[in-house]
């Protein structure tokens, strides 16, 4: 069992820049793919990044290289760097944890692939 806690939501100007945390509890995080998804009011969850268990990582193509995420395993926390923030990247933001293995990009951004989710942290960018 996995349990995450996502913190660092906020309210942020457009241009600023954010970083979201998520802690995660539990045994072998290390083994884990991590990765953060987004909603926003009146669409579906959409992903954003992922993390897989030997640290390569993957993005959505909309995020056009302004987001980074990391995962720190002494900590049991994975990170999502957000700049150069816009107005649509308003959302709530929440964070998976998935055990699967697989060498392909469109597995990770799969959000049926993560079986635990934290409850999810506000990011609202004001123009």
């Known amino acids: 069992q996995v349990q995450l806690v996502e913190s660092g939501g906020g309210l942020v100007q457009a241009g600023g820049s954010l970083r979201l945390s998520c802690a995660a509890s539990?045994?072998?995080?290390?083994?884990?793919?991590m990765a953060w998804f987004r909603q926003a009011p009146g669409k579906e969850r959409q992903f954003v990044a992922a993390?897989?268990?030997?640290?390569?990582?993957y993005y959505a193509d909309s995020d056009e290289g302004r987001f980074t995420i990391s995962r720190d395993n002494a900590k049991n926390t994975v990170y999502l760097q957000m700049n150069s923030l816009k107005p649509v990247d308003t959302a709530v933001y929440y964070c998976?944890?998935?055990?699967?293995?697989?060498?392909?990009?469109?597995?990770?951004?799969?959000?049926?692939?993560?079986?635990?989710w934290g409850q999810g942290t506000q990011l609202t960018v004001s123009s």
């Open positions: 998976a944890a998935g055990a699967g293995r697989a060498y392909y990009s469109t597995y990770y951004s799969d959000s049926a692939k993560y079986s635990y």
């Open positions: 539990g045994r072998a995080f290390s083994n884990y793919n």
């Open positions: 993390i897989n268990w030997s640290g390569t990582t």
